[in-house]
């Protein structure tokens, strides 16, 4: 008997392919594949095949059916569509009929749809990067299934695009050791093309190129990052959100902790270093992303009930650093950490423990 939904969708799935494929005019075999969470049809005519997932969400109807395309070893193709007739006509075509995928692209725009416009997009922008003069190219990546990244690397800087509305409109992240500082959306390809050769070549902050390409929006804490006030920005930040999320029903990690937030953020030490929350931790961290330099560092525990509509004044909270470890109110924990943070010395640095392994190399 199944265990999961997903054994069940693809088991259903499995017997709708069995029905469609009952008297192929090419032999075609269907296997069930997976396990736990993970399940597929794998679908296979002679040298070509095609994987099939087939998802449900919570609260959306239908179904999706995920399409994996190969010949031979080689993956050709992606694709995601909500109809069932269009997921069967691809299988029938790529499988029985052995259509060319140049032709299979034509018939059903989503194959590979995100791969297509992310081509196009490097194209343009690789062209007119060329025209400028920088060394800088983009870079298609295909890391998770169907989900595609194109990206332009500098030295520690990087530009992440997008192509929106068919490829009608291209976006980009600007960032800075994977910190994103800024965003732009351009019909005008040649203009952001030229604010990414900006950003990687000359080395501009956002700042003054916000100045020249009037489209890129700076993101709030995108002076204080580069002004090296980034630690300072952050607690202010989230004391800000904390703040705003009081009282107001959902999920909220860092109401319970706005005691001690309010405390630290008034003393110096604690303002640089950098923190994080899994669950309802709080983490410090010497590097603000994942993955963090928390070895050696404290972190802290509520002891009361939390959540937005928590009552404050009666937290208490527990604090573990080592062997260490101290339970007590606001003022008590702070006391305790700051003695901690103290013996650390200027340790912190922008970027992950990944970014700084890769410059020691």
């Known amino acids: 008997m199944p265990q999961f939904e997903a054994e069940i969708i693809a088991r259903e799935l499995l017997a709708l392919l069995e029905r469609h494929f009952a008297s192929p005019s090419v032999p075609v075999r269907l296997v069930l594949e997976g396990a736990g969470v993970h399940w597929h049809v794998e679908v296979r005519a002679e040298v070509r095949a095609c994987r099939v997932s087939a998802f449900r969400y919570y609260r959306q109807e239908g179904t999706e059916y995920c399409l994996t395309l190969r010949e031979g070893s080689q993956k050709s193709a992606n694709g995601r569509t909500w109809s069932l007739e269009e997921a069967l006509r691809v299988l029938q075509d790529w499988l029985v009929e052995a259509v060319p995928l140049q032709d299979l692209y034509a018939r059903f725009p989503f194959l590979d749809r995100k791969k297509r416009e992310l081509e196009a997009l ?142 630290m953020a008034s003393r110096p030490i604690f303002r640089r270093f950098f923190f994080f929350t899994s669950h309802d931790t709080l983490c410090f961290s010497r590097c603000p992303r994942h993955p963090f330099s928390t070895e050696g560092l404290p972190y802290i525990s509520p002891r009361f ?57």
């Open 305 to 361: 009930k939390g959540g937005p509509m928590a009552d404050l004044t009666e937290a208490r909270y527990s604090a573990h650093c080592g062997e260490r470890t101290l339970e007590g109110g606001p003022e008590e924990i702070c006391q305790f950490v700051e003695g901690i943070l103290a013996t650390e010395g200027d340790t912190t640095f922008y970027g992950s423990t990944r970014d700084a392994v890769d410059e020691d190399d």
């Open 122 to 263: 490097r194209r343009k922008v690789d062209a007119v990067l060329e025209r400028l003069g920088s060394p800088r190219r983009c870079l298609l990546r295909e890391p998770l299934g169907d989900f595609y990244t194109l990206t332009v690397n500098g030295e520690d800087r990087a530009c992440e695009l997008d192509a929106l509305h068919g490829g009608s409109e291209a976006r980009c992240t600007f960032l800075h050791l994977g910190t994103r500082l800024a965003e732009g959306k351009a019909s005008d390809v040649d203009g952001l093309s030229t604010a990414i050769s900006g950003w990687l070549d000359s080395g501009v902050r956002v700042e003054p190129l916000q100045r020249e390409f009037p489209f890129i929006r700076i993101e709030p804490h995108a002076p204080a990052y580069e002004a090296g006030r980034y630690a300072e920005w952050r607690w202010d930040d989230a004391i800000a959100r904390a703040r705003e999320s009081q009282g107001v029903k959902g999920w909220a990690p860092l109401v319970p902790l706005l005691p001690l937030l309010e405390r």
